[in-house]
């Protein structure tokens, strides 16, 4: 399928809307689940509704010299089923995935299988009616789902991150599908990360390349130490342990034990799980994990070890800045995630954008 | 009733990737560079490489570059270092 820089194509006739799905499967622009197929009516609608010129870029996969423009995101939010209203979180993401810290092309091309995911801060939570509750991660809300989707469908279609040819994930990842999930601001017992990052009258999106999503249960833990101390040693599991940035969405129950205590703030949370989530030099060698190699110096440019000062343990991350925590999740169950970030390490760090 | 659809994809033929080296016209006793990018084995798979071309075309292998990290670009100073190089031709190579 050849087509012009803007992707403003000639557009394609088809006899009818179910001839239309079928046809965007053969022509390879699906992630294998069927499309809204992207039609000019609603293409020029989701443009023409935020504002957008068609030929402005919102993107750029930068190793690649691949831009996506405000038209080609508009075509493929459509076919992930976005409405006009969803787009200015698309972009935003887009923006943010594009800042060179973000590492775009590596993330979408490394055998390690990062997941894209697009975190949502502040009022356009609740103007979008996404679920920060019960199945966060899981399905039942448009919003959250087709989001996360359009972002896939532009790495395929438009930076040509095409699965088994340019991506080269070995496993892949479940949130290739999808990954987009908003904080749960009304269960936070700290402010919300629009406010963390200096927006608190704005939305932001934080994204970020992330490995495989890890449960962290624990329904014992009666006080903060303990309920963090379980998700310190997630963290610290030695399948994928790392100098990379981490997530970690604590759940409302989870949160309430932690933050009983209000001298618990966010920033003493980050700082006990960067204390707590390391593992001994030895049980790195074990595994055969290189844990003071020539590569591990050079990429990290400072000597390996904890804050703490102590070189016989590797810490997860850097420092507590490393680490975003946000509440999320149903009201029932102290089932909290981390995500550590994809396996290079810090080959991709976090970014975010005001929506 | 007919549905119009705009195609989602843009394709390759308006990006800039620049243009391609000279074409040899003969491959004999060439100036060979190796650019590792710095995976496991990478070396180990460019320094074959290498190997069997000079065993058939003659040539040895002038410069040597390692980028350490595979998942990142290429640094400037070794792309600098590679363009300022008196060497005919690169090979690159993943390893793992």
Known sequence: ?355 | MTTQLYSPVIDDQQRDTGSLAPRFTSLGNLKIGLLSNGKHNADVLLRFTADLFIERHGGAVVLELNKRDASRPCPDDLVGAVTKADVDFMITAVGD
């Open chain 1, 1 to 355: 399928m050849s087509t012009t820089a803007d992707s403003r194509n000639t557009p394609i006739s088809l006899d009818d809307p179910l001839s239309a799905i079928e046809y965007c499967y053969e022509a390879g622009w699906t992630d294998g689940l069927p499309v809204v197929p992207p039609t000019t009516e609603l293409v020029d609608k989701m443009l023409t509704d935020n504002g957008y010129n068609p030929t402005e870029p919102v993107g750029e996969h930068l190793t690649t010299k691949r831009t996506c423009t405000a038209h080609a995101a508009a075509a493929n939010s459509v076919m992930a089923g976005c409405l006009p209203e969803h787009f200015p979180v698309v972009v935003a993401a887009l923006r943010a995935m594009s800042k060179p810290g973000f590492n775009y092309h590596g993330s979408t091309a490394s055998t390690g299988g990062a997941a894209h995911m697009v975190v949502v801060s502040g009022p356009i939570v609740e103007q979008l009616e996404m679920n920060a509750s019960g199945n966060l991660f899981g399905s039942g809300n448009r919003a959250n789902a087709v989001i996360g989707r359009a972002i896939r469908l532009i790495h395929m279609n438009v930076f040509h991150m095409q699965p088994n040819v340019t991506d080269r994930s070995t496993q892949g990842n479940p949130g290739k599908y999808t990954l987009c999930v908003p904080e749960r601001i009304e269960k936070s017992p700290w402010p919300g990360l629009n406010v963390e990052f200096g927006h608190p009258e704005d939305s932001i999106v934080v994204v970020f390349a992330a490995g495989g999503f890890h449960n962290v249960e624990n329904h014992f833990a009666a006080t903060p130490e303990q309920a963090l101390l379980t998700v310190a040693d997630s963290m610290s599991c030695l399948d994928s342990l790392t100098h990379g940035q981490s997530i970690v969405v604590l759940s409302p129950e989870t949160a309430e034990i932690v933050a009983a205590d209000e001298s618990w703030t966010r920033r003493r949370v980050q700082e006990f799980l960067f204390e707590n989530a390391w593992r001994l030099n030895e049980d790195l060698e074990r595994v055969g994990r290189p844990w003071d190699s020539d590569s591990v110096r050079e990429q990290y440019e400072a000597p390996v070890a904890g804050s703490d000062g102590l070189a016989d343990r590797y810490h997860r991350g850097l420092s507590p800045d490393d680490i975003l925590v946000f509440v999320g999740g149903g009201d029932a169950g102290a089932h909290s995630s981390f995500l550590p970030s994809w396996s290079r390490g810090r080959n991709s760090l976090m970014q975010y954008e005001i929506v």
